[in-house]
C-alpha cells in the first residue's frame, strides 16, 4: 500500500504566511488561544449568514430579519461566555464596553447582510470541503469555500463570495489581492473547468454600518502563482522554518496577537 499523502489546511498556511512563530505555537505546540473581539464579530456574523444561506438553498427565501440577529448574538454571546476571545492588557479595563460593542456590531451587521445581500444571493456551495492535489507535490491542500453562487446561463462556474467583517472600508482593488479568493479559484476552475468571478463582500462596522462589494477574476498565470505559494508555505513548515511576522505588521500586537505577551520576538518592545 502507498504511503498517505499529508493533506494541509489552507488557513493554517494562511496563518504560517502571516507569522510562521504563531503557527508554530498554535499547531505545532497545540497553544490555543482564542482571537480577539473583532474575531468574535466574525465568527456570530458568519454563523448567521451561513444558516441564512442554507435556508434559502432549501426554501428559496430568506430568513426573516429578527432570525438572522438572533443567531449572531446568540453565537457572539456564546463565544464570549466560552472564554474564546482575547482581550490586550488595556481592553481588559473596559470588558463590559467591549462585550456590548461586539454584540451590537454581530447584530447590525447580521442584520444588514439579512436585508441587503442575501436576497441578491442564489447559493450553491455552501462551507465547501474542497481539496487541491497538485501534480508532481506528495501532499494535498484542502479547506472550505463559504459561498458559491450557482453559475449564470452559459457559464460552467458560478461566482465565489467572500463576506468579511471590517472595521474600515477595504482600499479598492482589495478583491484582486485575495490568497483566499484565489486559492477557491484554482479549486474551481479544476472542478468546475472555468475560473469564475469572485466577490470580497465587506460588511463595514462604521457608525452606520455599510456593504463595500467588490468583484474580480482570476487570470491562468495568478493561478498559478497561488499555487507556487501554497509549495513554498508547505516548503517551510516541513522544514522548520518559523519566521516571525515583521515588527510592524498589524498582527504583531498585543491586540490582534495571543501570544505577544510571552513571544521572544516582542520581548525588546513589551
Ligand atoms: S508576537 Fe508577533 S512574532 Fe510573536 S507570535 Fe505574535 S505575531 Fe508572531
Known amino acids: 500500500m502507498g504511503k498517505k499523502r499529508t493533506t494541509y489546511s489552507w488557513s493554517r498556511l494562511e496563518h504560517y504566511a502571516i507569522c510562521g512563530e504563531s503557527y508554530r505555537r498554535r499547531y505545532i505546540e497545540k497553544d490555543y488561544r482564542p482571537a480577539g473581539p473583532a474575531a468574535v464579530v466574525g465568527t456570530a456574523v458568519h454563523e448567521s449568514i451561513d444558516q441564512n444561506m442554507r435556508y434559502k438553498q432549501v426554501h428559496g427565501d430568506t430568513l426573516d430579519v429578527d432570525t438572522c440577529i438572533d443567531i449572531a448574538h446568540q453565537k457572539a454571546a456564546g463565544e464570549i461566555k466560552a472564554e474564546r476571545m482575547h482581550l490586550s492588557k488595556e481592553q481588559k479595563g473596559e470588558y463590559a464596553q467591549i462585550v456590548e460593542t461586539v454584540l451590537n456590531d454581530a447584530r447590525r451587521l447580521a442584520a444588514l447582510h439579512c436585508k441587503e445581500l442575501a436576497p441578491l444571493i442564489n447559493p450553491q456551495r455552501i ?11 506528495p501532499w494535498r491542500v484542502q ?35 485575495s490568497d483566499q479568493l484565489t486559492i477557491y479559484s484554482l479549486w474551481s476552475y479544476i ?8 466577490s470580497m ?4 462596522k462604521t457608525k452606520k454600518e455599510k456593504i463595500d462589494v467588490q468583484t474580480g477574476t482570476r487570470t491562468i498565470e495568478q493561478l498559478n502563482c497561488a499555487k507556487n505559494r501554497m509549495i513554498a508555505a508547505v516548503k517551510g513548515v516541513e522544514a522548520g522554518l518559523f519566521l516571525p511576522a515583521s515588527r510592524d505588521h498589524w498582527k504583531c500586537s498585543d491586540k490582534y496577537c495571543p501570544y505577544y505577551r510571552e513571544c521572544k520576538y516582542t520581548k525588546g518592545w513589551r
Do not use: C, M
Request: hydrophobic share 30%; proline share 9%.
Open 127 to 137: 462551507e465547501h470541503h474542497w481539496i487541491i492535489s497538485i501534480k508532481g507535490v
Open 143 to 177: 479547506g472550505y469555500i463559504d459561498l458559491q453562487e450557482w453559475p449564470l446561463p452559459n457559464r460552467k462556474a458560478g461566482r465565489i463570495r467572500d463576506t468579511k467583517t471590517k472595521a474600515a472600508t477595504p482600499p479598492k482593488g482589495s478583491v484582486d489581492k
Open 191 to 198: 472542478n468546475d473547468g472555468e475560473i469564475p468571478e469572485v
Open 201 to 204: 463582500d465587506s460588511l463595514v
